[in-house]
């Protein structure tokens, strides 16, 4: 296994100055557009930061930490695909208040030396918990930068001892529609459920995949994928799943959700790559969750020093 | 009070809650009532509005002959302007506030990479000469049935708009198979009407003869 340090991306290279806009001075384009002035005052009680936690920022960055200005705590959860609380970006938010993330069992399967049912302590027992500012992009060309805390997945995956022969491994989320109102629907059902997705062992073991737990500062919310979920910020926001109650190792490229839902659109790698469109939108640039102007896309997310390496030599418009 | 008295004081109330979209989504924009992603948010609901004020404007001629309540008739310019409104907007906010007239990646958009943008596309140009023929004076200078014959486009233009809706979603389609229902029904319903209408026709020729 590679481990890589990363080199500090500066953010001078990411943000550019001015494409900067809050989402207060989004709202000021966006009236300067369209022809009416003093937004400000017409709306003096716009984006209320509800529960937003300090700054972390003020912290010192990880070596794996953006420098960019992180979304608000109230944008990261009131913004959410999460399809077991409905389709709208905010159902997850609203519907999800009951859910219980506690007490919470981890599934262990398949070709490993340490199967077996595991208490969410016990999963992550013996390993620190880290900080770690994340770039997220989304397959819809809208990104944020969210401030997790979370166990790294290399040390979850070295824990439970996957053997030689083991090459991929497979997340499951929670099966239970007493508490997702989408899994009770039996007409026009949107995903099969579970949702399910997949790792190549390398990328589930790189130093950038985390378990998150926390998001700033907090457990992580309902509607974030509590108590467990799959953070590769190189990777389309989809591989990010939520709420794993299964983990299975196998030699076998596993299927994931949504390619299992349209394999001509979504694939089993979901690298973000600006090159390769989807096929009912571009993919070269996306809008940051309080900006106004689109910015470029980067390949990996940003992330190419850290994960560039493991597709070396792979054609990554047929592995997209 | 007289009939005619009280459909003119219905008139601006109507025009007054067609409003009320628009209104509400300002109102929502300014005080920081939209989501994150405010530009998704006035893309999507002033989209869904112009599948209403269509199926609500095609749903006229059908309620009309159903419960005979002929006077909605005075309502169905304004309903289909409103509709058209409503499309001028969610156009606008495509090319402007979305693209910001990147005119390189609305071409890329329409013809090359995304298939539903054309699709509202078409459903939006089919609207401007409805539009534009809607006063008396076009009725007259077209004559009626020509006329009518023009504004059959509204057919074209819901069921293009409801594609438009069924390709953009990724995998939630219960809301355009909805407005695809809503549609079929209330071109079934004139399909039968014309039916009957001709059946009765040729009835009452058999009966003369």
């Not at chain 1, 694939?267 to 969750?289: C, L, M, T």
């Amino acid at each position: 296994m590679l481990i890589q340090r990363a080199s500090d991306i500066a953010s001078s290279e990411i943000t550019p100055e001015d494409l900067y806009h809050s989402r207060r001075e989004f709202i000021k384009t966006a009236s300067a557009l369209l022809g009416i002035a003093a937004a400000g005052t017409i709306a003096p009680g716009c984006t209320p930061n509800v529960g937003a936690s300090p700054e972390p920022q003020a912290k010192k960055l990880g070596p794996y930490d953006t420098a960019e200005k992180a979304n608000s705590f109230d944008d990261i959860t009131h913004y959410n695909n999460y399809y077991e609380f409905g389709v709208d970006k905010s159902d997850p938010e609203k519907n999800s208040k009951k859910f219980q993330p506690k007490p919470w069992t981890v599934k262990v399967e398949g070709m490993c030396n340490k199967p077996g049912s595991y208490s969410f302590d016990d999963l992550i027992k013996g390993i620190t918990v880290e900080d770690r500012i994340y770039r997220m992009r989304c397959v819809e060309a809208w990104s944020m930068v969210i401030p997790w805390q979370g166990v790294p997945l290399a040390d979850v995956m070295k824990k439970l001892e996957p053997t030689s022969s083991a090459k991929y491994v497979e997340f499951k989320t929670l099966l239970d529609p007493n508490q997702y109102p989408e899994q009770r629907r039996s007409l026009f059902k949107v995903l099969d459920w579970p949702y399910f997705e997949g790792l190549r062992l390398d990328e589930a073991t790189n130093p950038l995949a985390l378990f998150a737990t926390g998001l700033y500062g907090k457990p992580l919310p309902n509607q974030n994928g509590a108590p467990l979920r799959l953070i590769t910020p190189w990777k389309y926001g989809f591989k990010g799943i939520k709420a794993i109650v299964n983990i299975r190792f196998t030699d076998k490229q596993p299927l994931n959700t949504w390619q299992q839902q349209a394999p001509n659109e979504y694939g089993f790698y979901a690298n973000v790559n600006p090159k390769v469109d989807h096929p009912r939108w571009s993919q070269a640039q996306e809008r940051r969750i309080g900006e106004f102007f689109k910015r470029p896309t980067l390949p990996f997310n940003g992330y190419s020093e850290q994960v560039a390496r493991m597709y070396e030599g792979m054609d990554l418009r047929k592995n997209f | 009070m007289s009939k005619f008295s009280r459909w003119w004081i219905f008139k601006p109330v109507v025009f007054l809650a067609c409003l009320i979209p628009i209104v509400w989504l300002l109102f929502d924009t300014f005080t920081g009532g939209l989501s994150a992603n405010p530009l998704e948010d006035i893309r999507d609901r002033t989209g869904i509005w112009i599948l209403r004020f269509l199926i609500i404007t095609l749903s006229i001629t059908p309620l009309r002959r159903i419960i005979g309540w002929s006077s909605l008739i005075r309502f169905r310019r304004m309903l289909g302007l409103f509709a058209f409104f409503y499309g001028f907007v969610h156009f606008a906010t495509y090319v402007w506030l979305d693209q910001y007239f990147d005119f390189d990646a609305i071409f890329k958009d329409m013809f090359l990479k995304r298939p539903f943008i054309i699709t509202g596309f078409i459903s939006f140009v089919l609207l401007i000469p409805l539009a534009i023929t809607s006063t008396r004076k076009w009725i007259v200078r077209l004559g009626g049935s020509r006329w009518q014959m023009l504004h059959r486009l509204i057919y074209f233009s819901t069921a293009a708009g409801v594609l438009h809706y069924y390709w953009r979603v990724k995998a939630d389609i219960q809301r355009p198979v909805v407005y695809a229902l809503l549609l079929t029904i209330l071109l079934a319903f004139r399909g039968w009407h014309a039916l009957q209408h001709r059946r009765s026709q040729s009835t009452a020729e058999v009966k003369a003869v």
